[in-house]
């Protein structure tokens, strides 16, 4: 992999974290299309992966350092209970994460096929909630937390957007955009950590020397900052495009990138 490859990966993973078109999918496509494959990708997967992380961190620090201002106070208020419903979220995609990822990876791969067929759920999922008109609650509760932990635990399909399916699931269930939005990307960081740790455990338990080997120091650097700064426009802006209602322009893309995706693998 050359660092204009890397810088290509980085943003399509900072911009696609975010963006509800499932950056996995994304990844896979981009990869197939580099002829980039297994240690070489593992590694760089980790990498944009902690990436975006830092992204969200900055962009909504006010809203993690709240919370935990909240839990320095050891009582209940309204920064535990927000707390106590992330745990919550996270409990579906930890059991999938820890006991059925790689059963999911062995069954489904990331093969094109399936990441065009979970493009398209992707825009199913969208549409629905764009066109869907349900009451706005005014605060996420313990039961819709579990149901949009639910979601973003199905979404470790490939190609099936975590974003996309949380955000779609929370405005199904009638949640305020702008609350879901924040939630849904602060939710997600324990399981991007969570799965950068697996698949560090993975490399140790191969050889992790060659498969750092395998991609320049250069272009771990400018992927990762590829996807860092990306990921932080990506995430400010999908926060303003939630709120504005406007996801159906994105369902249209999934809808066309799979379909493409699929034409492209059956050719």
Not at 34 to 57: D, K, P, Q
């Amino acid at each position: 992999m050359d660092w204009i490859q890397a810088l290509l990966l980085g943003l399509v993973q900072g911009l696609t974290e975010y963006l509800p078109v499932s950056s996995s999918g994304h990844l896979a496509i981009g990869s197939a299309l580099f002829g980039i494959e297994g240690e070489e990708n593992l590694a760089f997967t980790v990498i944009v992966h902690v990436a975006t992380v830092f992204s969200t961190l900055v962009i909504l620090w006010k809203e993690i350092s709240w919370i935990f201002k909240g839990l320095a106070q050891c009582r209940m208020n309204d920064e535990t209970r927000y707390f106590i419903n992330i745990v919550i979220s996270m409990i579906p995609v930890g059991i999938v994460g820890v006991f059925f990822k790689d059963y999911v990876e062995e069954i489904f791969g990331s093969g094109l096929a399936i990441v065009g067929s979970m493009l398209l759920v992707t825009a199913l999922l969208l549409t629905f909630s764009y066109f869907a008109k349900p009451r706005q609650k005014a605060n996420i509760s313990m039961r819709d937390a579990f149901i949009i932990g639910l979601a973003q635990a199905v979404a470790v399909l490939p190609g099936l957007s975590r974003s996309g399916s949380t955000i779609a699931t929370g405005l199904l269930l009638g949640n305020s955009k702008e609350k879901l939005a924040q939630f849904s990307f602060i939710m997600v960081i324990p399981p991007i950590l969570g799965e950068a740790l697996l698949d560090v455990v993975k490399m140790l338990q191969g050889s992790a020397d060659s498969m750092l080997q395998s991609v320049a120091p250069l272009s771990l650097i400018v992927g990762f900052l590829a996807a860092f700064i990306s990921g932080c426009v990506a995430c400010k802006w999908m926060i303003s495009i939630v709120k504005r209602g406007k996801l159906i322009y994105f369902a249209i893309y999934c809808a066309l990138a799979g379909a493409a995706t699929l034409i492209f693998n059956f050719i």
